[in-house]
Structure formats: C-alpha cells, structure tokens
C-alpha cells in the first residue's frame, strides 16, 4: 500500500532541510514521518544517517537497527548501523558483524567494508585477520592495479613479503610501464637476497 501522506510530507520536507544543511530539522521532520509510517526502511535510514552526521551515534542506533531489519541487503543502512555501532556503543564484535554482513552481499562497498574491517583488526594486533582480509579483498574481481599495490604494502607490513610479490608480479606482466611497481618488486627482491631476480 501507498506509504500515509503525513508521512509523504515529512518526508520531503526532511530532504529539504538536508539538503539546504539544516540536518536538525531533518531529524525532526523525520521523528514526524516515522510516527505516521514506521515500516519504512527508507525513513529509518534516513533518520539514522542524519543522527550519524550530528554525530548522535548512540541515538542512529535504533532506527539503523530498524532499517536493517525491514531491509537487510542495503549497504547503506548496514554502514549506518556500523558506524553507530562503533562509534557511539563502542560495540566492535556487533560493528563486525555489521562490516561481515556487507561483504558477504553483491554490492559496491566490499573495499570500504574490507578497509574498515583492516582498521579494527589491526587496531586489536590481530595480525592473521589482517592477513587473512587482505586475502579477500586481493581475491575480489576487477581490482585497480593502485588497489592491489595498496593491499601489496600491507602485506609487506605484515611480514606477507611473499604474497606481496606475487602480486607486484601480476602488476608488471599486466602494466609493463609502470615503473615504480618494478621498483616495489626489486626491493621485495633484494630482500630475499634474490639478486638474479
């Protein structure tokens, strides 16, 4: 069924105020909108996203949680549920949960789910789930040659010298020009003592 005026209106109102910047009058257009339709994933998120700009973290919890659970294949209310999650609740097991969640579904953010989740574990000395996301985002498919690279220095952070290489290896084979990512597989080279190489 059609979504209830008021909410309609409150709604489109809330827009507006977001989009001149007036994020507070969005909220409260908002809290008005979810009183007349409290189904909708749409108006949840949005509340959770502009309480995440004000920087009410702990109060986005709620209504991320609610937009999440009427639609639970949207990225973009699972990122908003994150960062409420460990920003405002300091609850780093469930913001995983959250980050997990986005990477196991077709979308576009598996690199900023990926390099959130690198963040945490390298915060916590995990040193092998660093690894092993690394791993993962190196597996995802039509990755830049810049994103490989990134992903090769962490390697080379994490004592993974020989993961590193291989990837400098690709790089070159497909980027023959690319000059500093010899310099990159030279080093790694030199490392090894591999001077033939």
């Known amino acids: 069924p059609p979504p209830p005026p008021q909410a309609v209106n409150a709604f489109i109102a809330a827009k507006m105020a977001e989009d001149r910047g007036n994020i507070?009058?969005?909220?409260?257009?908002?809290?008005?909108?979810?009183?007349?339709?409290?189904?909708?994933?749409?108006?949840?998120?949005?509340?959770?996203?502009?309480?995440?700009?004000?920087?009410?973290?702990?109060?986005?919890?709620?209504?991320?949680?609610?937009?999440?659970?009427i639609e639970p294949t949207n990225a973009n209310y699972r990122f908003d549920l994150y960062r409420s999650l460990i920003t405002?609740?300091?609850?780093?097991?469930?913001?995983?949960?959250?980050?997990?969640?986005?990477?196991t579904m077709a979308n576009?953010?598996?690199?900023?789910?990926?390099?959130?989740?690198?963040?945490?574990?390298?915060?916590?000395?995990?040193?092998?789930?660093?690894?092993?996301?690394?791993?993962?985002?190196?597996?995802?498919?039509?990755?830049?040659?810049?994103?490989?690279?990134?992903?090769?220095?962490?390697y080379v952070k994490y004592k993974a010298e020989d993961r590193a290489e291989a990837i400098y290896q690709k790089i070159v084979i497909q980027e023959p020009q690319n000059l500093e990512v010899y310099l990159n597989l030279g080093d790694l080279q030199f490392r090894r003592q591999d001077t033939t190489a």
């Open 24 to 69: 507070d009058l969005a909220i409260n257009a908002l809290q008005v909108a979810i009183q007349h339709d409290s189904t909708s994933a749409t108006l949840h998120g949005a509340l959770a996203r502009n309480l995440n700009a004000r920087q009410r973290y702990v109060n986005a919890v709620e209504p991320a949680q609610r937009a999440v659970k």
């Open 88 to 103: 405002g609740k300091k609850d780093t097991l469930s913001a995983l949960q959250e980050l997990q969640a986005i990477v």
């Open 108 to 154: 576009r953010y598996h690199l900023r789910a990926y390099d959130q989740m690198l963040q945490i574990y390298s915060a916590q000395g995990q040193n092998q789930l660093v690894l092993q996301t690394l791993d993962r985002i190196v597996a995802l498919p039509r990755l830049r040659s810049q994103e490989l690279r990134i992903a090769a220095q962490n």
